[in-house]
């Protein structure tokens, strides 16, 4: 983890920000990110890291498989981005895999298919975030393809390193090149809505107050033509 990013004013005022905030930004610099289909699953609905990413695949091999022994290599802080393709009938995080990384202090899990064991990772207070929850174990079903090489959580890329963001909404994916752009603009858009509510709750009609801090602007593109 790059501590001069980690360490620095503007990432830490960012973990206050929502992920709408954040995708508000990410839509005006028209990058990607908004992982549809990512829910949360268990745990609190907060989550806030740098990824490290493994992808998984069918298994190909008679030898018994594993899905969670990279647990052991995951620092403090880290979000563990799992990629088994969507896959619905099997899971590759449990409830030791959840417990564990409460115990480690990871900032949370994200599957691009299911989990499962739920509830313990509800008494564990851990964020566990997927498509969904289905009982049935990964073991012996797939194994791991790689380790730190890029994933996707649904429709979004995810390489090592980048911004994962989750709250009761869902989860963002921030490349890591663009971080300070994307949530120092976030950051921005806050001061200005904040701006826009204040003026609306003092009475100004809300057309008006949108109008006076150009709200309609703020998540759009600057060379988009609807904002000539």
């Known amino acids: 983890m790059n501590t001069d990013i980690t360490q620095a004013d503007w990432f830490e005022q960012a973990k206050t920000l929502s992920t709408a905030e954040i995708s508000d930004a990410l839509d005006a610099l028209k990058l990607p990110g908004s992982a549809f289909g990512i829910q949360p699953i268990a745990g609190p609905a907060k989550l806030f890291g740098l990824a490290f990413t493994v992808r998984f695949a069918p298994i190909d091999r008679a030898a018994p498989g594993t899905v969670g022994d990279f647990i052991d290599t995951l620092q403090p802080g880290t979000v563990a981005v799992l990629d088994n393709g969507g896959r619905l009938d099997c899971t590759v995080w449990g409830g030791i895999l959840s417990q564990l990384a409460a115990h480690k202090g990871l900032a949370g899990t994200v599957v691009h298919g299911v989990c499962r064991d739920t ?9 566990l975030y997927a498509n969904g929850r289905f009982m049935r174990t990964g073991k012996d079903r797939v194994q791991v393809e790689a380790y730190e090489q890029p994933v996707s959580l649904g429709d979004v890329r995810v390489c090592p390193g980048d911004l994962i963001v989750g709250d009761a909404d869902g989860i963002v994916v921030v490349a890591r090149a663009r971080l300070q752009e994307v949530l120092q603009k976030a ?9 826009i509510l204040a003026s609306a709750l003092a009475g100004t009609p809300l057309t008006e107050a949108r109008k ?6 703020l998540q759009r593109a600057a060379d ?4 000539a």
């Open 212 to 217: 006076q801090f150009n709200y309609h602007s």
């Open 187 to 195: 950051l921005a858009t806050r001061v200005v809505e904040a701006q």
């Open 224 to 227: 988009s033509p609807l904002n």
């Open 119 to 127: 509830a313990e990772a509800d008494a564990a207070g851990y964020p």
